[in-house]
């Protein structure tokens, strides 16, 4: 008899994330409901990049407070050898993914609707268990965890960093808050 063994979130996270291409690309963190929440570049490697974000090590949008750990559950990675089309293609999926529902972005690129090439293969890499995944959708948890990032990206708006950026991702959470209260309210 086979015993499983149950991991940590961390380390279920870092065990995933080995599969997670390395080479230079483009890559979404996506939320519970595997939609993209942000999208970045990596010309270092985006599974170095990625691991940087989910451990807060030198990543602004964690530290200007764009974005909340806890809500990623998929990365999707795009690799492109070329690094002169990797900003175009961080663009276009930004315009993409944007317009269908606000993302957690910094800076908004101005909108790229084709690409001059082919769009890389995406690669799916799922960094949370399905339990857990299944367990935070649960409004119960979802609507205050919202709620009190929602209060400390208004704290570090008004007392660290005022900008535009900040004020669009405030907005974005406006709507994910929005999203989640409706969940509650009908749950």
């Not at 948890?141 to 007392?159: C, G, K, S, T």
């Not at 406006?174 to 509650?184: N, P, Q, S």
Request: aromatic share 8%; charged share 25%; with cysteine.
């Amino acid at each position: 008899m086979q015993r499983e063994i149950k991991l940590s979130l961390q380390d279920f996270r870092s065990h995933q994330l080995r599969d997670l291409t390395n080479e230079i690309g483009v890559y979404a963190l996506c939320g519970l409901d595997a939609v993209p929440i942000y999208v970045g570049q990596s010309t270092d490697g985006i599974r170095s990049r990625v691991r940087r974000h989910l451990t807060s090590a030198r990543s602004d949008v964690i530290a200007n407070r764009q974005l909340d750990v806890w809500e990623v559950a998929f990365v999707w990675g795009y690799p492109k050898s070329n690094k002169a089309k990797i900003s175009e293609l961080e663009a276009y999926l930004i315009t993409e993914f944007h317009n269908k529902r606000p993302l957690m972005q910094g800076d908004i690129p101005p909108p790229v609707k084709k690409l001059s090439f082919k769009l890389p293969e995406k690669q799916v890499i799922q960094i949370m268990p399905t339990e857990e995944i299944e367990k935070r959708l649960n409004p119960v948890l979802r609507l205050p965890r919202q709620a009190e990032f929602f209060y400390l990206l208004v704290d570090h708006i008004m007392n660290v960093k005022e900008s535009e950026q900040q004020r669009r991702t405030l907005q974005a959470h406006h709507e994910r808050l929005t999203r989640y209260y409706g969940k509650f309210l009908s749950a």
